[in-house]
């Protein structure tokens, strides 16, 4: 290592659409494990009341015999866990999420691990210099269980575009 040279600076950022192709797949770690500080907090500012968050007697009298971790709570959770490798400081506008879905419980213990798969591009008519990526988040406890997917849609920006904005 030449120790003449300066050090360098790095700033970390998401990709920008031109950095991406369909068919990419981006494994998110570490891993979140859900406590249940997370799912009281998460539920009572979301005003979610629902007694399979906060009930555990109740809870223990339905079907998965203990209290769920919130829906909502899984779902931002496994998009905020692609921000730091996707998205940061390269999005311009989530447009859309769709398609969710839960297929398996996420319990106060489990460990959430989220993946992400670019699955379709183009680029926008409207706003040159700009993308619009479509990308499947899988959310899986870590027993391998899928717990959680979505699609979502965001608008991001292209490198050169990001480039002359920043000269």
């Keep these: 290592m030449d ?5 360098r600076t ?10 991406l192709a369909v068919g990419d797949r981006f494994l ?10 997370d799912n009281m907090l998460f539920s ?5 009341t629902q007694a399979l968050h906060l009930d555990a007697a109740y809870s223990e ?8 971790m919130n829906s909502m709570w899984t779902l931002a959770t496994m998009v905020g866990a692609s921000v730091a490798q996707i998205t940061q400081g390269t999005l311009v506008a989530q447009l859309g999420l769709s398609d969710v879905s839960f297929p398996a419980p996420l ?14 591009m ?4 409207s706003r040159p210099g700009q993308g619009i990526v479509t990308m499947t988040h899988t959310g899986r406890n870590q027993h391998g269980a ?16 990001a480039q002359e904005g920043s000269s």
């Design 107 to 120: 319990f106060h213990g489990d460990t959430l691990y989220t993946e992400t798969e670019i699955v379709d």
């Design 146 to 161: 899928v717990v959680a997917v979505a699609t979502r849609v965001a608008l991001m920006t292209c490198r050169e575009a």
């Design 44 to 48: 009572s500012l979301t005003m979610n």
């Design 28 to 37: 998110h770690r570490p891993g979140r494990t859900a406590t249940e500080a």
């Design 10 to 19: 790095v700033v970390q950022r998401g990709l920008h659409y031109d950095e």
């Design 61 to 68: 009298t339905q079907p998965f015999q203990q209290r769920l």
């Design 122 to 125: 183009r680029l926008s008519a």
């Design 3 to 7: 120790e003449s040279a300066a050090p």
